[in-house]
C-alpha cells in the first residue's frame, strides 16, 4: 500500500498549486483520505465466488466544515487522483465493480477540524428498456415507474423483464442479478392498475420487501432487491 499511496501523493503534487499543500498544512491531508479510500474498499468487499470480489463504487467523503471550505478549490482534481488511486486497487487486487466510479466531498457540520468519514455504496449500472426514452413526458404520462439507482423507468403493460443478460428488457450489470432475474408485470382493468414481481427461476432469488418471494403483489413504495440492487416501484396518478 506504501508505494501505492507514494504514487498518489506524487501525482497530486503535480497536479496542483503551492497553495493546495498551504491549504491542507493544518488540516487532513489528502494521503489520509487516500488510504481511508483504499481501506473501505478492502472492508466491504464480499464474495461473489471463489475468484470474484463484489467493492462499492460509490464513494461520499464527508469533511469538517473548516477542511471542506479549504479542500473545496481542489475537489476535482483530488477526486480524479483518488479515482486513478482507487481504480488501480481495484485492478491489483482483482475485485470487481458494478459501475463507473465516483467519488465525493460533503460538509458535515458535526465533524471537528482533521476529521473526516468515507461513506460507501454500490451503484449497479442500468441500461434503459429499450426504445424507450426516459423523458418528463414519458415518466409524467405513466402512472407505474420503477427507480433504479437514482434513475426513474416509465413502464407499460404487459411489464418488462429485469436482467443482466442483454435479452433482458432492463439490464442491470449486477453481478448478483441472473441473465433473466424477475420480471415485473403490469395488468390494467378499467382504472385499477395490479402490479406484480415474479421470480424467473434466478440464482439468487427475488426478496420483496424483506421477504423473499417466487410471485408477490406491488405497491406504491414497495422495494425490491435482486442482488445488490434495490429497486422502488412507484404508482402515481397520471398527470392530464
Not at 127 to 132: E, R
Amino acid at each position: 500500500m506504501a508505494g501505492v499511496l507514494q504514487r498518489f501523493e506524487q501525482r497530486l503534487e503535480g497536479a496542483v498549486s503551492g497553495a493546495f499543500a498551504r491549504a491542507f498544512r493544518s488540516a487532513v491531508q489528502p494521503v489520509e483520505i487516500a488510504a481511508a479510500l483504499q481501506r473501505e474498499v478492502d472492508n466491504s468487499a464480499h464474495i461473489l465466488s471463489r475468484e470474484r470480489m463484489l467493492v462499492p463504487n460509490v464513494f461520499t467523503v464527508e469533511l469538517s466544515p473548516p477542511d471542506f471550505e479549504r479542500l473545496n478549490p481542489f475537489s476535482t482534481t483530488l477526486a480524479d487522483e483518488l479515482s486513478t488511486l482507487v481504480n488501480e486497487h481495484v485492478v491489483e487486487q482483482r475485485y470487481t465493480m458494478t459501475g463507473p466510479l465516483e467519488i465525493s466531498f460533503t460538509n458535515a457540520p458535526e465533524l471537528s477540524t482533521g476529521r473526516f468519514r468515507v461513506r460507501s455504496r454500490t451503484n449497479s449500472s442500468v441500461t434503459p428498456v429499450a426504445g424507450q426514452r426516459m423523458t418528463e413526458t414519458a415518466i409524467r404520462g405513466s402512472n407505474v415507474l420503477i427507480e433504479v439507482n437514482g434513475m426513474k423507468h416509465p413502464l407499460s403493460p404487459p411489464g418488462v423483464v429485469i436482467g443482466r443478460g442483454n435479452e433482458a428488457d432492463l439490464k442491470i450489470d449486477d453481478p448478483g442479478i441472473s441473465r433473466r432475474h424477475c420480471q415485473i408485470k403490469i395488468h390494467q382493468s378499467g382504472t385499477e392498475t395490479t402490479v406484480t414481481v415474479v421470480d424467473l427461476d434466478s440464482t439468487n432469488g427475488v426478496v420483496l420487501n424483506g421477504h423473499r418471494v417466487k410471485t408477490g403483489v406491488v405497491v406504491d413504495g414497495s422495494e425490491i432487491r435482486l442482488g445488490n440492487t434495490v429497486i422502488v416501484i412507484r404508482m402515481t396518478e397520471v398527470e392530464a
